[in-house]
């Protein structure tokens, strides 16, 4: 995972709500079932130790942002996202971590879901929202791994939630908590940063690369989507062409999105295997404690040594 480059988002502040209706469906740790098959986002939003119990997840809020992200997209390329939904409503499991979240150690939120959901896990694009107060990155509201299928927003870090959120989305067309998520989820599929001379406020803009190019983000004009359509979305020249990916609602897309196998630390429980899926299985201990790792070129987990 070190191998991976790490990309984070500096974003401005956002807001509060004040009320949302409806609570989206939501359930500890474990996903509810889910309503489609295949590729799909599910959003898991995680109490930490410094937790400000801010409640996003039974509040609406995080029910909006994914809400204003799919609207957003949706004018912008006529196309949604898969979000894990349960009975219409989206699904958000939850999550509580004993300790604070950094860099270094988000990846136990990863194993922590695997572990709850070891047969549904494959699959998924995990989406994490973090209710913690202590700030351990510094000046950023979220991160990801690029292509590791799998994000972290920080709406509660400093400056990271706008009190006129709702002002803002008007201003820029989207809010900067719904534009660090969909970000960072970008990131997640393996979208780097687009600094692009044509437009002052791409979505994907990130720093210190951009200033660098000599291109300042621009709060004043309306957020776009890859303007030039060279970036990643018609072309990808900052890695990968979101087009081509099997990743949106219409089921368009020819290229399968797949999480990196070693993310994949839970083996999936599978009825008798037979040879045609050329996966394989390993033995991994590390003191008493064993896995069986199967992937297409397994690899045991950090700390695991390989039992032959
Ligand atoms: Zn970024």
Same mark, same amino acid.
């Given at each position: 995972? =070190?191998?991976?480059? =790490?990309?984070? #988002? !500096?974003?401005?502040?956002? #807001? !509060? @709500?004040? /009320? @949302? =209706? +409806?609570?989206?469906?939501?359930?500890?740790?474990?996903s %509810? &079932?889910d309503d489609k098959k295949g590729h799909q986002i599910q959003v898991?939003? $995680?109490?930490?130790?410094?937790?400000?119990?801010?409640?996003?997840?039974?509040?609406? =809020?995080?029910?909006?942002?994914?809400?204003?992200?799919? /609207?957003?997209?949706?004018?912008?390329?006529?196309k949604e996202l898969i979000f894990d939904t349960?009975?219409?409503?989206?699904d958000?499991?939850?999550?509580?971590?004993?300790?604070?979240?950094? *860099?270094?150690?988000?990846?136990? %939120? $990863?194993?922590?879901?695997?572990?709850?959901?070891?047969?549904n896990y494959l699959g998924k694009n995990l989406a994490?929202?973090?209710?913690?107060?202590?700030?351990?990155?510094?000046?950023?509201?979220?991160?990801? !791994?690029?292509s590791?299928g799998y994000? %972290? +927003?920080?709406?509660?870090? &400093?400056?990271?939630?706008?009190?006129?959120?709702?002002?803002? +989305?008007? @201003?820029?067309? %989207? /809010?900067?908590?719904?534009?660090?998520?969909?970000?960072?989820i970008l990131?997640s599929y393996g979208?780097?940063?687009?600094?692009?001379?044509?437009?002052?406020?791409?979505? *994907?803009?990130?720093?210190?690369?951009? +200033?660098?190019?000599?291109?300042? @983000?621009?709060? !004043?004009?309306?957020?776009?989507?890859?303007?030039?359509?060279?970036?990643?979305?018609?072309?990808?020249?900052?890695?990968v062409?979101l087009?081509t990916l099997r990743i949106w609602s219409d089921g368009s897309g020819t290229t399968e999105f797949l999480i990196p196998?070693?993310?994949q630390? $839970?083996?999936? $429980?599978?009825?008798?295997?037979?040879?045609?899926?050329?996966?394989?299985?390993?033995?991994?201990?590390?003191?008493?404690?064993?896995?069986?790792?199967?992937?297409?070129?397994?690899?045991?987990?950090?700390? #695991?040594?390989?039992?032959?």
């Amino acid at each position: 995972m =070190r191998g991976f480059r =790490r990309i984070i #988002f !500096l974003t401005v502040a956002v #807001f !509060l @709500f004040a /009320s @949302f =209706r +409806a609570n989206a469906a939501q359930d500890p740790g474990t996903s %509810l &079932p889910d309503d489609k098959k295949g590729h799909q986002i599910q959003v898991v939003y $995680v109490e930490t130790q410094s937790s400000a119990g801010s409640n996003y997840h039974t509040n609406g =809020r995080v029910k909006q942002w994914v809400s204003e992200i799919q /609207s957003w997209l949706k004018s912008k390329t006529g196309k949604e996202l898969i979000f894990d939904t349960y009975q219409g409503q989206l699904d958000i499991a939850y999550l509580k971590y004993e300790g604070n979240i950094d *860099m270094k150690n988000d990846e136990d %939120l $990863v194993r922590m879901y695997q572990k709850l959901n070891p047969t549904n896990y494959l699959g998924k694009n995990l989406a994490f929202i973090i209710d913690q107060k202590l700030s351990t990155q510094g000046d950023i509201c979220g991160w990801a !791994l690029l292509s590791g299928g799998y994000s %972290l +927003a920080m709406p509660n870090w &400093p400056d990271c939630i706008d009190d006129d959120e709702q002002g803002i +989305a008007a @201003f820029l067309g %989207l /809010s900067s908590s719904a534009g660090t998520i969909l970000h960072e989820i970008l990131h997640s599929y393996g979208v780097n940063h687009a600094c692009d001379s044509t437009t002052t406020s791409d979505l *994907m803009h990130g720093e210190p690369e951009c +200033a660098a190019a000599g291109i300042a @983000f621009s709060y !004043l004009e309306k957020m776009t989507f890859d303007k030039s359509g060279l970036n990643y979305y018609g072309g990808n020249k900052t890695g990968v062409d979101l087009k081509t990916l099997r990743i949106w609602s219409d089921g368009s897309g020819t290229t399968e999105f797949l999480i990196p196998p070693n993310l994949q630390i $839970v083996p999936p $429980v599978t009825t008798t295997t037979t040879g045609t899926t050329g996966k394989k299985t390993i033995n991994c201990t590390k003191g008493k404690v064993s896995k069986k790792i199967t992937a297409k070129n397994p690899k045991c987990p950090k700390g #695991f040594k390989i039992k032959i």
